[in-house]
């Protein structure tokens, strides 16, 4: 801030702060006001801004010297600038419900409900209209269903260390039918087994060793890298009769190729049996570690995974040509086809697959005993673990929109952030509930309608939300082109304000911009390099300064920059300086004469 020299004339001692204290006061209460930084030229601008502008339409709104950004304020602005209300452009967002079935209140033993009529997650289907900055919130319900159905996939590791887990796995099926029961009335069960890529361990071994890969004289099966056994089924005896056949194989390296037969089970749906609206497990039994993309490169495979579908005569076909899947890509894909992973595995690899598991929402570790004979009790307990916890996701949001999710939990806890998308401790029949504050930060690109998705991780049902965004306001559709208003009809009169064609600038389109760059004009109506056109007190016209008129004829700004005025001294009985002469001189002067009451002022 400059230093003045003040010179009262009369005993008034007026001890003026200027214009620049003035211009700091102002900067102070205009910071935090995003309608006025945003500098909008058009109503559609404006409105994009923040929840709180508005702009004003009527056609005699603005001042002399007032800039066509001046028309967009906050509401309260406008009104006391004289803009009615009924001139305010104001739109506002908001929501519909398009399918709202109540969720389901099934009893196990009552009347079999079709699967699709069963319904977890309340509404189902929204449409949402966005204004920038304005958030749109609602509430989703979760209600976990008794006697849901499940399917549940077996899939093991046959290497030659899992031989004794094989045996007690034989009468896995009836058993585990009959505990399933008590947690549901429509259980189906599957068995898949996985051991290795053939091309990699044995590049050096003879075929006989391919065929045979055991020693000792123990004849095991040749290796193989995924083999899906028995499509998903209700029937328990068959699951003991199928997997009673199986042999284990062997291979040279200690972690297995599981990740390779997870892919496949995850996206071959039709081959696998998944159905529709169940809950999803896969049991993954393993005492070994696993390979992950880029091991397969030590083979000389070194394509990515294409995560696709690759089984023939239920063999997984292309794990010569594929790498295996990367962890990412696992998660995407379980995450895609609603499954929930339960790793089964030796206390000896607790904690690679701990890790595994934090990287892998909605799964469970439980501890294989040595020869796997506690394992009906261990997919008892995850499934329980997995069932009582319900965590929301959604899909990739478009560009500019965020989403914020807050959970209303049993016993009243609410949660925020990251751990507002969870709920945990579930009991069937409880009911838990979900705020979404859905908020767009401007418009897309396109300005089309958006869809999304937002779902229980490990479910099939999801809320549909289609998105709609207030990107222009209603009165810019009633644009008049070509308009006199906007000079030699250079632009389209729009909201009471010209919007210039192409080359054309100025508040109404008075300039062409070949022959001045914008910048340059702009330059030229600062001072001193200051980012304030006019010094705030005027617009910028072709390179000059049009200073804004007051109320009060009698005062005036005035200078090359608007920089001066006659009325910022200070007052007694409503009068400058109690009726004396205020004389102000400068240091740093504004103008090439002192700014007094007493000379001309520069106009």
């Known amino acids: 801030m400059k230093l003045y020299i003040f010179r009262p004339t009369n005993p008034c001692f007026c001890f003026v702060f200027q214009m620049e204290l003035k211009l700091l006061l102002i900067a102070t209460l205009l910071e935090g006001n ?21 702009w004003c339409r009527h056609p005699d709104f603005l001042k002399q010297g007032e800039a ?3 028309r967009c304020d906050e509401l309260q602005s406008l009104l006391i600038r004289g803009c009615s209300l009924a001139d305010i ?12 079935r109540p969720v389901t209140n099934r009893l196990k033993g009552a009347d079999k409900l079709r699967l699709e009529n069963i319904t977890q997650i309340q509404p189902q289907k929204l449409a949402i209209t966005l204004r920038a900055g304005e958030p749109q919130s609602f509430n989703l319900k979760f209600k976990r269903a008794e006697d849901y159905p499940i399917d549940m996939y077996y899939l093991m590791d046959l290497s030659y260390s899992m031989k004794d887990d094989l045996e007690n796995v034989k009468n896995l099926g009836t058993s585990l039918m009959q505990e399933m029961t008590k947690i549901t009335s429509d259980f189906r069960i599957g068995f898949g087994s996985f051991v290795e890529k053939t091309v990699m361990p044995y590049i050096s071994t003879t075929p006989a060793k391919l065929l045979n890969p055991c020693t000792g004289g123990l004849n095991c099966t040749s290796p193989f890298s995924y083999k899906n056994v028995l499509k998903l089924t209700s029937d328990g005896k068959r699951f003991n009769t199928l ?26 749906g039709d081959q696998i049996g998944w159905r529709t609206d169940v809950t999803r497990l896969l049991v993954f039994s393993t005492d070994a570690g696993f390979h992950f993309a880029g091991d397969g490169k030590l083979g000389g495979i070194v394509l990515p995974n294409d995560g696709k579908c690759h089984l023939e005569n239920n063999m997984y076909t292309m794990s010569h040509y594929y790498d295996y899947p990367s962890i990412a890509h696992l998660v995407q ?14 206390e000896e690899f607790q904690p690679v697959y701990k890790e595994l598991k934090n990287l892998i929402p909605k799964s469970a570790v439980g501890t294989l005993s040595a020869n796997s004979s506690n394992v009906i009790n261990l997919i008892i307990d995850a499934y329980n673990s997995l069932s009582s916890e319900v965590i929301l996701e959604n899909s990739k949001l478009p560009e500019g929109l965020t989403i914020a999710y807050t959970s209303l939990c049993k016993n009243g806890i609410v949660s925020e952030g990251e751990n507002g998308r969870k709920c945990s401790n579930i009991s069937i029949g409880d009911e838990v509930m979900f705020t979404i504050d859905v908020t767009a930060t401007g418009c897309p690109k396109m300005g ?11 479910f099939n049902e999801e809320v549909e939300i289609t998105l709609n965004f207030i990107c222009e306001c209603d009165c810019s559709s009633g644009g008049i082109a070509d308009s006199d208003n906007c000079t030699l009809g250079n ?22 911009s070949n022959e001045v760059a914008t910048e340059d004009m702009d330059r030229t109506c600062r001072r001193d390099n200051s980012t304030d056109l006019c010094s705030n007190n005027g617009e910028c016209v072709c390179g000059a300064c049009e200073c804004k008129k007051r109320d009060n004829a009698d005062e005036r700004y005035s200078g090359p920059f608007c920089e001066c005025d006659n009325f910022n001294c200070d007052r007694s009985n409503s009068l400058l300086c109690g009726g004396g002469l205020c004389v102000l001189e400068w240091i740093a002067p ?8 007493s000379y001309p002022l520069m106009q």
Do not use: H, W
């Open 68 to 70: 066509v950004s001046s």
């Open 34 to 54: 995003e309608c006025i930084n945003a500098n909008a030229k058009y109503c559609g601008e404006c409105i994009q801004a923040g929840a709180k502008c508005g």
């Open 333 to 346: 894909k379980l995450s895609d086809n609603n499954i929930q992973t339960i790793f089964a595995v030796t």
């Open 491 to 512: 632009g389209t009169l729009e909201c009471g304000a010209c919007k210039c064609n192409p080359g054309r600038v100025g508040r109404n389109c008075e300039c062409s």
């Open 89 to 100: 452009e104001n739109p506002r967002g908001g929501q519909r419900v398009l399918l709202d």
């Open 448 to 458: 089309k309608p958006e869809t999304i998705k937002i779902k229980p991780l490990g």
């Open 243 to 268: 997997v009673g056949k199986q042999q284990i194989s062997g291979n040279l390296d200690s972690p297995e190729g599981g990740f390779d037969a997870i892919m496949q089970v995850a996206v071959c």
């Open 590 to 597: 504004c103008t090439t004469l002192p700014c007094t009451a």
